[in-house]
Structure formats: C-alpha cells, structure tokens
C-alpha cells in the first residue's frame, strides 16, 4: 500500500500549467534539471492560478526514468524526479607525466551543496511515467 502523507502545503501562483506530480520552485515554475523545489504540485494548476504544493512530508511525483528505492532523487527538465548521480571527482591531467604519489595533489572536498538538489528519498522503486513516493526534503 502506498502512503501519502502530506504535512505541509503552501499556495504559488503557476508559472505554466502544471499537472500533479512535479517539482516546482520557489517562483512556482516547473524546476528544471537538477533544480532544488521547494515541493511537488498536489494539483493541476493553469498558468497564473493557484497552485497548492507539498513542501513537507510524503508526497508521489511521477518518475522520469527507472529509480531504486532509497535512492536521492532530483528534477529534469520536466519536473519529473530521476535518481541522482553519484558525486565523482576528477584530477585534470598534466602535460608532464607523474611518476611518483608525492607529486600528486593534495585533494580536497569542501562545502555541502552538491552540484545536484537532492530533493527527496524514494521510498519505493518506480519505472518512468510511474508515481514514484518520495519523502521530501
């Protein structure tokens, strides 16, 4: 059985028509990739019209590719949530080859935003087009 439990809904004004089921900004659009929302829409709303969004709990949006359950989950360009991709590091290669660690930098990872707003937990695994619950955070 799912379980939506909605603890807390705010009103926007829609910047477009919005369906249920997406990630929406602060400025009541439609979030765009990997875009922090500020809750998913409990309704369909026409552009300029009220448009009630869940901000705490645990609302669905409709998924926008395969996700496990557990996994962070994001927006695309739709609204839509996708799992999040793992956070990678890079060392940009040198024009002189290393042949020794002590050469080697000294990396460090500072700050917590990541590239990508994580936007809530799966709690369930969904395919896309599916509902997918999501704990918000």
């Known amino acids: 059985m799912e379980v939506i439990h ?8 829609a ?12 400025d009541g659009s439609i979030c ?13 709303a026409a ?4 448009l009630p ?23 695309n360009s739709e609204g839509k ?9 890079t060392v940009p290669a040198g024009a002189t080859g ?4 002590a050469a080697q930098p000294t990396l460090s990872i500072t700050g917590s935003a990541t590239p990508e707003a994580i936007n809530g937990y799966a709690m369930k695994a969904a395919g896309a087009g599916d509902y997918v619950y ?4």
Request: one cysteine or more; hydrophobic letters at 40%; a negative charge.
């Open 32 to 44: 765009g990739t990997g875009e922090k929302s500020v809750g998913v829409s409990r309704d369909a």
């Open 81 to 89: 949530a996708i799992a999040c991709s793992d956070l990678a590091v």
């Open 134 to 137: 999501i704990k918000l955070v």
């Open 47 to 50: 552009s300029g019209k009220a």
């Open 6 to 13: 909605p603890l807390q809904t705010i009103t926007l004004s």
């Open 53 to 75: 969004v869940v901000t705490v709990g645990i609302y669905r949006v409709i998924a926008g590719g395969t996700i496990t359950a557990n996994s962070p989950v994001t927006s």
């Open 98 to 101: 290393v042949t020794s660690d």
């Open 15 to 26: 910047t477009a028509d919005t369906t249920e089921g997406l990630f929406i900004a602060p």
